[in-house]
C-alpha cells in the first residue's frame, strides 16, 4: 500500500492494473479490503486504485470531525497523487455517499459514475439521533458493538457463513475513532437528490435485490432521475451485493465500465 498525506493525515490506497481509472470507494464500517474481488476481476483491464477513507483500514482519522466531502477530498488526493486526471468512481452504501460528494466538488474528474447499493438522500431526523447514539457506543465499546448492530442489515439471510466471517473481520478491524467520526460525518451529509438530474456522465445504479438498507425501490426512483443511467439488480443479494455475489456484480460492472470507456468520456 502507498499513502498520500491529505490535511496532515496518511491515507492509503492500492492499485492494481493497467488502463482507464477506476476509483473504488468502500462501505462502512469497512476499508479497502472488501474490494479484493472486484480488484482481481479488473485489473486486466482497468487501473483499479481503492483507498482507506480516513480513519478507517490503514488510514488514520482526521484531526476534526469528519465530512463526505473530506472523504471525497482525500479520495481526490489519492488521483492526485498517482497524476490521474479522471477515473470512473465506483462507491458502494458509504462510498456512494463520497462519491456524490466528490461529483459535486470535481464533476470533471468523474468519468462515470457507480452507485452501488447507495442513496442520495439523507438521514431523517430518527436516523441521525441513532447514528450519534451508535457513535457513543462505539467509542465506549469498541467497533464490535457494530456487528451486532449491522450484520443484519448488511447481508441477506442466504449469505454464506464465509462472507459472514469475512464482514465481521472487517468490522472488527475498524478503529473505533474512525467508526464513530464517520457515523456523525453520514449523519450531517448533504443532500443530492434534487442533483441528480445534473449528473451528466455515464452512471450505473446497481442494488442487491434483498438490499434492506438502500432498498431496490429507492434504486430505482435514483436510476430515473439520473439521465441515461444504467440500473442492475443483483439476485440473491443483500446491501453488500459485491461480496454476496460477486460474480454477478463484478459482471455488471465490468460491462457498464467497458461501455463507458467506449465513450469519449474516459480517456
Ligand atoms: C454502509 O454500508 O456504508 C452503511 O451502512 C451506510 C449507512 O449506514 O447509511
Redo the contacts with the bound molecule.
Keep these: 500500500m502507498d499513502e498520500v498525506l491529505f490535511n496532515g493525515v496518511p491515507i492509503h490506497f492500492d492499485e492494481e492494473g493497467v488502463g482507464p481509472a477506476v476509483l473504488l470507494l468502500h462501505?462502512?464500517p469497512l476499508s479497502s479490503q472488501m474490494w479484493s474481488a472486484q480488484k482481481a476481476s479488473l485489473k486486466d483491464a482497468f487501473r483499479v486504485i481503492a483507498l482507506d477513507f480516513p480513519g478507517f483500514g490503514q488510514s488514520r482519522p482526521l484531526a476534526g470531525p469528519a465530512t463526505m466531502d473530506l472523504f471525497a477530498q482525500a479520495a481526490l488526493a489519492v488521483l492526485d497523487a498517482l497524476a490521474v486526471e479522471r477515473a470512473a468512481v465506483v462507491g458502494?452504501?458509504?462510498?456512494g455517499?463520497a462519491s456524490f460528494a466528490l461529483h459535486a466538488r470535481a464533476p470533471g474528474r468523474v468519468a462515470a459514475l457507480g452507485l452501488c447499493?447507495t442513496r442520495a438522500g439523507v438521514d431523517t431526523e430518527e436516523g441521525r439521533k441513532g447514528r450519534e447514539a451508535t457513535a457513543q457506543a462505539v467509542e465506549q465499546q469498541g467497533s464490535g458493538v457494530l456487528v451486532e448492530r449491522?450484520m443484519p442489515?448488511?447481508l441477506s439471510k442466504g449469505a454464506s457463513p464465509s462472507v459472514r466471517a469475512e464482514v465481521e473481520r472487517l468490522i472488527r478491524a475498524t478503529p473505533r475513532e474512525g467508526a464513530a467520526a464517520a457515523l456523525r460525518a453520514?449523519a450531517t451529509r448533504e443532500d443530492f437528490s434534487s442533483r441528480l438530474t445534473r449528473i451528466t456522465c455515464p452512471t450505473l445504479v446497481l442494488v442487491g435485490a434483498d438490499d434492506a438498507?438502500t432498498p431496490p425501490l429507492e434504486s430505482q426512483r435514483m436510476a430515473r432521475d439520473i439521465p441515461g443511467a444504467t440500473y442492475r439488480e443483483i439476485p440473491g443479494a443483500g446491501?453488500?451485493s459485491h461480496f454476496e455475489q460477486p460474480d454477478a456484480f463484478n459482471a455488471a460492472v465490468r460491462a457498464f465500465l467497458e461501455q463507458a470507456k467506449g465513450r469519449p468520456l474516459i480517456p
Excluded: E
Excluded at 458502494?92 to 462510498?95: E, F, R, T
Design positions: 462501505a462502512f458502494l452504501s458509504m462510498g455517499y447499493d449491522m442489515a448488511l453520514m438498507l446491501h453488500l
